[in-house]
């Protein structure tokens, strides 16, 4: 199936709220997953990233095994997207933990999900050929403006994770921020692939554990090549157990949830709250600095994640009973998953 000929997602409804804050308690989680990783210094970034998303996915996948048994035909059709979405998954961690392993907890967990938002909404404008609105448009504004604050201070800072040097700018915080920009992009794609089975009428459990679970096979031959640290010691294995159970495993549910009744651009977008935790608990916990540059981002993201999240007035008043919005039609993927 061409993935132009797909069926375009209606607009969203009043769930869009109850979606956002699924994304934002989703984005929470994986917030943690970069201080959760310092305690395991003896894993590396690929086996970390494999054991997260690796086992979080077939987690995934096998706690939806009914809800894909009944929706396999649709699946079927739409394997083109399940695919695609699946390589996404399978690169994305392997890209996002090595970027934080070189440029820091901070300014890798920024630059990934920082830049997803702008990918999200090229790829919806490419593919989808869907117009982006002013209120999307200043929130990511605000967002992007606040991460690139963010980056800008962790790097002067020169609090770094475990792996990256220092707090210049150096061929390895390059490499860092290279591959947090593949990060960002393979986020978006998996995201906007999700959104769109999803929108094709599969529903959200059936759709993530498809995707998820086959991402997660192609993150087992990583994770057997590069894991042996994992099992060294307890620790370490509470790490990797954490980070598949808890970010991975319960975080993509709720984000599965939250795409659902929101777009992808959207759920990128609110996923900037991610950076915003990533800094504070690099701050807290594992000793990073952050100067009043960083603290000052932090604001700016929280306001686009409040211009987003907050109801408009057209959503009050769908929401309320007054004249429909265009986001309260009927018939779009919440109201089927």
């Not at 907890?105 to 997803?116: F, K, N, P, R, Y």
């Not at 700018?169 to 947090?180: D, H, M, S």
Request: aromatic share 6%.
């Amino acid at each position: 199936m061409d993935l132009q000929q797909q069926p375009r997602q209606a607009p969203v409804h009043p769930g869009a709220v109850s979606g956002a804050l699924l994304v934002l308690a989703a984005s929470v989680l994986w917030g943690t997953t970069g201080t959760a990783a310092t305690f395991a210094p003896d894993a590396g970034p690929l086996a970390i990233g494999a054991v997260a998303m690796g086992v979080g996915g077939l987690l995934q996948a096998l706690t939806a095994l009914r809800p894909m048994g009944r929706a396999r035909l649709q699946l079927q059709g739409q394997w083109k997207l399940v695919l695609l979405g699946a390589i996404a998954v399978a690169v994305y961690p392997l890209a996002f933990y090595s970027s934080m392993h070189l440029a820091g907890v901070a300014v890798g967990t920024v630059v990934s999900i920082g830049s997803a938002p702008l990918a999200s909404a090229l790829i919806e404008r490419a593919v989808d050929r869907h117009r982006l609105s002013v209120r999307w448009g200043g929130a990511a504004l605000l967002g992007l403006s606040g991460t690139a604050l963010l980056c800008f201070a962790a790097a002067q800072g020169g609090g770094h994770s475990a792996g990256a040097s220092g707090g210049s700018v150096g061929g390895g915080t390059l490499a860092g921020i290279g591959l947090g920009l593949l990060a960002g992009l393979t986020y978006a794609l998996y995201s906007w692939a999700a959104h769109r089975i999803i929108g094709g009428g599969v529903p959200a459990r059936a759709a993530m554990g498809a995707m998820f679970g086959a991402g997660g096979l192609l993150l087992m031959p990583v994770l057997l090549a590069t894991g042996a640290p994992l099992l060294a010691s307890w620790g370490n294995a509470a790490v990797g157990a954490y980070m598949a159970l808890v970010p991975m495993f319960a975080g993509y549910v709720l984000f599965g949830l939250g795409l659902a009744r929101v777009r992808a651009s959207t759920a990128t977008t609110l996923s900037l709250a991610e950076p915003v935790v990533a800094a504070v608990l690099a701050v807290w916990v594992v000793g990073e600095r952050l100067p009043l540059q960083g603290w000052s981002g932090i604001l700016l993201v929280i306001a686009s994640l409040a211009v987003l999240t907050v109801p408009g007035r057209r959503r009050r008043m769908a929401a309320t009973g007054g004249t429909p919005a265009a986001e309260s039609k009927p018939g779009n993927a919440a109201e089927r998953s």
